[in-house]
């Protein structure tokens, strides 16, 4: 089965991706018709969930790459926690200059997913099992690091009077619009790094020792592909991401949250798999995890609009994911 | 396969012993006075006190132990130890039972559960020894004073606010905590009922929704809001983070001016800073009882008499009081 798969890889990426488009396209219905008042037609409400979405979206890019490789990677909502922290601390209590900051995150990022990505290739761990103590151990840290408080531009003297810190430009720069306020930058940042997984993905040498290795491992790795090598490249791609959403989140809210980011590793898988790419890794790509992106933000925004109650909410959401999930299914050609 | 087992090994030691010493940290007595009980000596006598945290992830209950220490700090025979249940009711009640046996004379609790933890309380209670109780309740009455805020009368408060804000006509937006917490609940019922509906009948919800207390929900909804309704007066967030949100939302859409946010918990970091920076209307304080708890120990220490249940009142803040600490709302 996974054999032919593999061989015809192009041709069933494309009507995997065609099939994540019908369930984009039967939300966007459903957001026409309840339109809150006309609100859905209005451009704002498309910048404001393309801001939504961002930090998101730019988990289930590295998600996307490690999916492909055959692997998952839970740690992505800690890391983005711990990424947001690190960089709240470098550059407000510490002052350090944003721009060495933003480096020295980007690097503790693909640092921390390339350890993971170590575990899993050279000491043949579980994917599951060391992102999961990944995840554990990067919360405790942005809660050992912050002292459990958000690290905000507020800070405390010793005479218990708080002072205001500086604020870098990058924060108002990163939660800015551009285009006459018609598009939030934190979505050209997403955008940026769907570009990168793109490159890697389909345009790289390693993007083709990543399909091989989730389509066949045995099979890649005797045919010559470095599979530890490229196991480990793809965790720290997928840590490095978790780095500039954690950034991104920090800017946006004005503080590093220790609790920031919990969960969002499910969304971000949900938004990978309803894109079409497969769990058990081999297929898919990035433009159709841009589409899955795009489903679970506007069926959230749909729901939101409407101000449907959070119950109904979560069980709507459950639903329909389901359904687009059979839907992709039942036209697969058998 | 042996090396395998043994680097998986190694790592789970790793973790393990770094897990031990993040506890023994946590645990460590804060004061002067020493964790030894045994010692009878001159006065000042130390006076050993366990607090049992339901968790620590909130910034409000890092806030309550940082407050707890500093009150204690004015008295130097007393000494605290911590514990942090980790927002699990089983391990609550486990290191209460550690607590005891390691020694401590009084109890001070924030149960993340009532109904879990009231026979562990009442056991440590039925001791002899004074158990007080923060913030969340236990059940029955094992147990020798509870101390707390009232969510409802917050949202009185909250609410007797926004009718006079907008003279008794207005479109608003609820930003809801978690619905399926009590916090969240009594606030939105105290909300309703300080605003009082049949009497002013101009108030108008215009949106609601649950935000779970976290900021990106809340803007998210608050963009969701906007988007909506041409023209909103009034945001109730049942939080300062919330109120956060939903101002970076408004700010975003060049509307923050159009209307008045209101937040409750007023920590010193978060939502007074916001009243300072002008942009948050009003925020009402969710007090950590810190001070009435560590009072009230050395009450209990003393054997003065305490009243069974202390409701610790709030304070509002607003530009005009911010400076001068808010002011205490009558009544509460």
Redesign the interface.
């Given at each position: 089965m996974s054999e032919p798969l593999a061989l015809r890889r192009p041709r069933v990426a494309l009507r995997a991706g065609q099939r994540a488009l019908l369930p984009l396209l039967g939300i966007l219905l459903l957001g026409a018709i309840f339109n809150a008042n006309g609100a859905f037609f209005r451009w704002q409400t498309h910048a404001a969930l393309l801001r939504e979405v961002s930090v998101y979206g730019i988990l289930a890019c590295g998600m996307t790459v490690v999916i492909v490789s055959g692997g998952i990677d839970l740690a992505v909502g800690s890391l983005l926690g711990l990424c947001a922290v690190s960089f709240a601390l470098l550059t407000l209590p510490l002052g350090l200059p944003a721009a060495l900051a933003l480096v020295a995150v980007l690097a503790l990022g693909a640092a921390a997913g390339a350890l993971a990505g170590f575990l899993i290739a050279r000491l043949q761990l579980p994917p599951f099992i060391v992102t999961l103590a990944l995840l554990v151990f990067a919360r405790g840290l942005a809660k050992q690091l912050s002292g459990g408080q958000k690290v905000s531009t507020y800070l405390q003297g010793a005479d218990g009077q708080f002072s205001r810190l500086a604020v870098p430009e990058l924060y108002s720069q990163l939660d800015a619009r551009v285009l006459g306020g018609n598009l939030s930058v934190v979505t050209l940042v997403f955008a940026a790094c769907a570009g990168l997984s793109w490159v890697v993905l389909q345009r790289q040498r390693v993007g083709r020792y990543l399909y091989a290795l989730g389509g066949n491992a045995q099979a890649a790795r005797l045919s010559g592909v470095p599979v530890r090598a490229t196991l480990c490249f793809a965790y720290a791609f997928s840590g490095f991401c978790a780095a500039v959403a954690g950034i991104c989140q920090a800017a946006q809210e004005l503080q590093g949250d220790p609790e920031t980011g919990a969960g969002y590793e499910l969304d971000a898988i949900a938004m990978v798999v309803l894109g079409g790419t497969r769990l058990s890794g081999g297929s898919g790509g990035i433009g159709w995890t841009v589409i899955g992106v795009l489903t679970l933000g506007y069926l959230q925004k749909v729901l939101s609009l409407n101000a449907f109650s959070s119950e109904l909410r979560l069980m709507l959401t459950g639903v329909i994911l389901v359904l687009a999930l059979l839907f992709q299914r039942k036209s697969t050609p058998s | 396969m042996h090396t395998?087992r043994g680097?998986?090994a190694g790592?789970a030691l790793g973790?393990g012993l770094l897990a031990l010493s993040?506890e023994r940290k946590s645990a460590a007595p804060v004061g002067t006075g020493g964790a030894s009980t045994s010692t009878g000596g001159p006065a000042p006598k130390p006076f050993l006190i366990g607090v049992s945290q339901s968790n620590?992830?909130e910034?409000y209950r890092?806030?309550m132990n940082a407050d707890l220490a500093r009150e204690a700090k004015a008295h130097p025979e007393l000494s605290l130890v911590f514990k942090d249940a980790q927002n699990d009711s089983l391990r609550q009640r486990a290191q209460v039972e550690e607590l005891v046996s390691q020694g401590v004379q009084l109890l001070i609790i924030s149960p993340k559960e009532g109904a879990p933890l009231t026979a562990p309380v009442a056991a440590v209670y039925d001791q002899g020894m004074p158990v007080i109780v923060l913030d969340r309740r236990v059940e029955g009455d094992r147990f020798s004073v509870f101390i707390g805020p009232d969510n409802r009368r917050i949202g009185q408060a909250a609410g007797k606010w926004a009718v006079s804000a907008l003279a008794g006509k207005g479109k608003l937006v609820e930003l809801e905590g978690l619905?399926t917490s009590s916090p969240a609940r009594e606030r939105h019922d105290g909300f309703w009922e300080g605003v009082q509906r049949e009497q002013n009948p101009g108030i108008e919800v215009l949106?609601?929704?649950?935000t779970?207390w976290l900021?990106?929900n809340a803007?998210?909804?608050m963009?969701?809001?906007l988007?909506?309704?041409p023209h909103i007066d009034l945001v109730f967030a049942h939080n300062d983070p919330g109120a956060?949100?939903a101002y970076?939302?408004a700010k975003?859409?060049g509307r923050e001016q159009e209307m008045k946010f209101i937040g409750i918990d007023a920590l010193?970091?978060?939502g007074?800073?916001y009243v300072r920076?002008g942009w948050l209307d009003v925020t009402f304080a969710y007090s950590t009882c810190a001070k009435e708890a560590i009072d009230t120990a050395l009450a209990l220490r003393d054997q003065r008499p305490v009243p069974k249940e202390i409701i610790v009142g709030t304070r509002r803040f607003e530009a005009g009081n911010v400076a001068q600490g808010g002011v205490p709302i009558e009544g509460l």
């Open positions: - | 395998r680097w998986f790592v973790l993040c620590l992830g910034p890092v806030q619905m949106f609601s929704a649950d779970q900021e990106p803007r998210r909804e963009e969701s809001a988007a909506a309704h956060h949100g970076l939302a975003a859409a010193p970091q978060e007074v800073q920076d």
